[in-house]
């Protein structure tokens, strides 16, 4: 029988702040920043002690990602809109008419199309079924992220 386990991020406090551009949207194509939580929902067949997965296990890996995206500008490195150019010390970024030039040491490149709370999910996702092992009774894993309370994208992949 299947159960699931999940973790809010804001009560967990599994939280980042981040700045970002959204070139394809007129509003969010200023360079603004979110206070983002990340949410987990994890559905399986518990083990023979009761348990799904070990909470402290996930929120460990939810944490880590949170903190390598932590006070940094997400810049997406698989744009279709901007020009992204690097070099040893900036990351200049060309979309529609404006140009931002930001010390590379500010920013991360992330292998996405869009900084999107959609994208982002995505992204987390990935991390996490990559990080995790001994998924053998796991069904599925579905990733929230809010750009602030009660607004938010979510993604769910099965294992």
């Not at 967990?12 to 007129?26: C, D, G, K, T, V």
Request: charge should be positive; charged fraction near 25%; hydrophobic fraction near 35%.
């Amino acid at each position: 029988m299947s159960s699931c386990v999940t973790i809010d991020g804001w009560r967990s406090n599994i939280r980042f702040s981040s700045a970002h551009i959204i070139h394809e949207y007129e509003k969010c194509g200023r360079l603004h920043g979110h206070t983002y939580a990340i949410h987990i929902k994890i559905t399986g067949n518990p083990d023979n002690k009761g348990i799904i997965f070990d909470f402290s296990i996930i929120k460990d890996i939810l944490r880590e990602i949170a903190n390598r995206l932590d006070h940094y500008i997400l810049i997406p490195e698989h744009s279709r809109i901007a020009n992204i150019k690097k070099n040893k010390s900036n990351i200049t970024i060309k979309a529609m008419d404006k140009e931002y030039k930001f010390p590379k040491k500010d920013c991360i490149l992330l292998p996405i199309e869009s900084t999107s709370a959609e994208n982002l999910a995505s992204y987390i996702l990935d991390e996490v079924v990559n990080k995790l092992k001994n998924t053998n009774n796991l069904e599925s894993i579905e990733i929230g992220i809010d750009e602030g309370y009660g607004q938010g994208a979510k993604i769910k992949k099965n294992i």
